[in-house]
């Protein structure tokens, strides 16, 4: 294999400011603009990760004064994404008044419960950790990014040594502190004592640049980054990792074992808590994946805690040769391997805790780094479990940086401890909103692109469940896709366009929501046909067809889904989307009607099956529904109208009369019968009916 540095293959970060844009803008416009600007380029800094402040001089609302009102991100938050409402605003000269409140490191934390009452003009937006470190700096503007080139050179042995011969002076040094208040002040010694800097790395964990307007700030937070790029790529002497061990596998090779893989591990890591997946087979982590130097590394964990809170104390290396790739081997092992890991983890909580210190948390790793084919990142929800892998690949670039030119050291155990477990943090995660009713679950939805299978998707999202959404229309599903991203955002979900007839790609179907997300949980099966014709009419390829659609590929999806469900462990839930008329025959419809009687008595069979797994098969039993309905739509609005001699618009005002309850059923009532079936709330029901039909006699189940 190849080594390649990468540090080495990328462009120049150009400066995206544009005078004429800014001209327009006022103080803290000019500071979102210059956040957004950094936020866009995840070398200056990672998701969720960087601050950026401005001391502005504005009128108090109080007394019309001016006063100096320091704007600076809030807790929470992207600076890519970041809106003016996503900044704190705070009174400088009581920001300053604080001072005399502090009473030294050991009580630092009692500083941030002052924060809040240095509001300005009463902003709801809470005050982050990070407040004191650009309140105190003596600038008018101040980033603090963690680019993985300047937290190479933090994360290096000699870091001190090299900042100085780097920077020549331009930038101060601090060693490793653990941010708050404390750091705040020695922050502002530095940068009084200093004027001529441009800014001070800290030890471990980042940057911090100011500027006297917000683009000469915003220039030298590039102009330092690209700086640490630019030497560090001419002055890695050291082979990436210690040189190549492995060859990595082809990369349909790679994607077919995590997808064999994913659904096994999420089932042994979500006892406790439902987790959702992600791999990366990225160029970065292959590199380190398949490196001499992977397990001395992984072991040291991360350095900068952004990092480190995302990503935990050190990966879990999985036992894997690609040489010899024996995925039997690789699963024999992992339960003791796991077993393992757990016990370091709450071996390393004992060893750490204070007096005052949380019980220990969930001690399964979030990284997993397999030989030769990449990594996967487990968390509670898809993008947290995403971002995760993205800060894991900042620590790998952060490391091949830092031993490429010195020697890199990881965040000393304890420091680790204190920050993952520090009480604020804690804290912060009790104020987290209770967990929607499907976080965690994955649901695949055939027959997503029409309408009920969007509004099942739909129900389904806002109840914290990722979708994969299936249709034999490409072009309506990417449709579909693009109405429900907007609900759920891009991570939640995924569609792959497959006829569930074949074998074939019903498998595919089922390998790519195990490799998207994890595994399955919720199956709702809902592709549909419809067809009319008197018996004699009854063509056999109809017949066939119907058979094919509602009866073999509900077969087919379902007992693929089964197998999965069954590897998790996990139970799970199956809902077919079946029909009034697999209860109640209609004259006209033969081949239509035994295929949907055929859809329920499967589904009774697999509840059977499923009960000692814990999977549940219900039926939710639709009539009528016309609104939204792809299927009447075409040919079947016709043809039902001709057998109940009336005009084909007449339609949905035929059916709404002949309901006992005189009301139309609408694709959204189809959703609340399939979510209240998939919930908790269900949990005690498998192999039963509800007809959502306004009341049909005949279809009264017995």
Request: proline share 4%; glycine share 8%.
């Amino acid at each position: 294999m190849t080594v390649v540095n990468e540090s080495k293959q990328k462009a120049a970060i150009a400066s995206l400011w544009d005078d004429s844009a800014a001209a327009t803008m006022s103080e803290p416009e000019l500071l979102l603009y210059r956040s957004n600007l950094l936020g866009s380029d995840l070398r200056i800094t990672n998701f969720g990760g960087g601050n950026t402040s401005a001391k502005v001089s504005m009128p108090d609302p109080l007394t019309g004064g001016q006063v100096e009102v320091l704007w600076v991100k809030g807790s929470g938050g992207d600076l890519g994404s970041i809106k003016m409402d996503g900044f704190s605003t705070l009174y400088m000269d009581k920001l300053n008044a604080l001072k005399q409140r502090y009473r030294g490191l050991e009580l630092e934390d009692e500083m941030v419960a002052y924060l809040p009452h240095c509001t300005f003009n009463l902003n709801p937006r809470a005050a982050s950790i990070d407040t004191p470190l650009h309140a105190y700096i003596d600038r008018k503007h101040v980033d603090h990014m963690h680019p993985d080139s300047v937290i190479a050179i933090a994360a290096c042995a000699n870091s001190k040594a090299l900042t100085e011969t780097i920077f020549e002076g331009e930038l101060g040094w601090l060693p490793w502190q653990r941010p708050g208040y404390d750091l705040g002040l020695k922050l502002e010694a530095v940068s009084k004592a200093q004027p001529g800097l441009k800014g001070i790395i800290l030890e471990g964990h980042g940057l911090f640049t100011w500027g006297d307007t917000a683009k000469s700030c915003y220039e030298t937070t590039l102009a330092i980054i690209q700086r640490a790029e630019s030497w560090l790529a001419a002055n890695s002497k050291q082979p990436s990792f210690g040189g190549a061990r492995f060859t990595a596998l082809p990369a349909d090779e790679r994607a077919a074992l995590a997808t064999r893989l994913m659904p096994l591990l999420r089932g042994k890591i979500s006892k406790d808590e439902y987790k959702l997946g992600h791999f990366d087979d990225s160029d970065a982590v292959l590199e380190f994946v398949c490196s001499n130097d992977l397990a001395p590394l992984a072991a040291l964990g991360t350095s900068c805690p952004d990092h480190f809170l995302r990503t935990k104390i050190r990966p879990f290396l999985i036992d894997f040769d690609p040489a010899n790739p024996d995925f039997d081997r690789l699963v024999n092992g992992l339960d003791h391997a796991l077993a393992a890991y757990r016990a370091d983890y709450t071996a390393y909580h004992e060893r750490c805790k204070r007096d005052n210190s949380p019980a220990v948390r969930d001690a399964n790793p979030i990284i997993y780094l397999i030989p030769g084919v990449g990594m996967l990142s487990f968390a509670k929800d898809k993008a947290t479990a995403r971002i995760a892998g993205e800060f894991y690949v900042n620590a790998i670039n952060v490391m091949r940086g830092a031993n490429g030119v010195d020697t890199y050291v990881g965040l000393p155990e304890q420091e680790a401890f204190d920050i993952e477990y520090w009480l604020l943090e804690e804290a912060k995660l009790q104020r987290m909103p209770k967990p929607k009713s499907l976080a965690g679950r994955i649901a695949l939805v055939t027959g997503g692109a029409g309408g009920i299978g969007q509004a099942v998707a739909r129900q389904l999202l806002q109840e914290g469940a990722c979708v994969m959404l299936t249709d034999i229309d490409a072009e309506a599903l990417a449709e579909a896709h693009a109405s429900l991203v907007k609900v759920a955002g891009k991570d939640n979900v995924a569609t792959i366009a497959a006829n569930i007839t074949s074998e074939k790609g019903v498998d595919g179907i089922l390998e790519a929501a195990a490799l998207r997300f994890g595994g399955i949980d919720l199956l709702v099966s809902n592709a549909g046909i419809a067809s009319s014709a008197a018996l004699e009419d009854t063509t056999l390829e109809s017949w066939e067809r119907n058979q094919a659609i509602l009866s073999t590929g509900y077969f087919l999806v379902s007992r693929a889904s089964f197998r999965i469900m069954k590897q998790q462990q996990l139970g799970g839930s199956m809902v077919f989307v079946a029909s009034k008329n697999g209860l109640v025959a209609s004259a006209g419809a033969s081949a239509y009607c035994t295929a949907k009687a055929a859809e329920i008595h499967l589904a009774r069979c697999i509840a059977l099956e499923g009960a000692p797994h814990g999977i549940r098969v219900n039926v939710v039993n639709p009539d009528a529904v016309i609104k939204g309905s792809r299927i009447w739509d075409g040919k079947w609005k016709e043809e039902r109208a001709a057998s109940n001699k009336i005009e084909a618009d007449d339609v949905e005002d035929f059916y709404r009369k002949r309901s006992m309850l005189k009301l139309s059923v609408l694709p959204e009532d189809i959703a609340e019968a399939v979510y209240f079936l998939s919930s908790s709330k269900a949990g005690k029901s498998t192999g039963n009916i509800i007809n959502v039909d306004a009341g049909n006699a005949a279809a009264f189940t017995r």
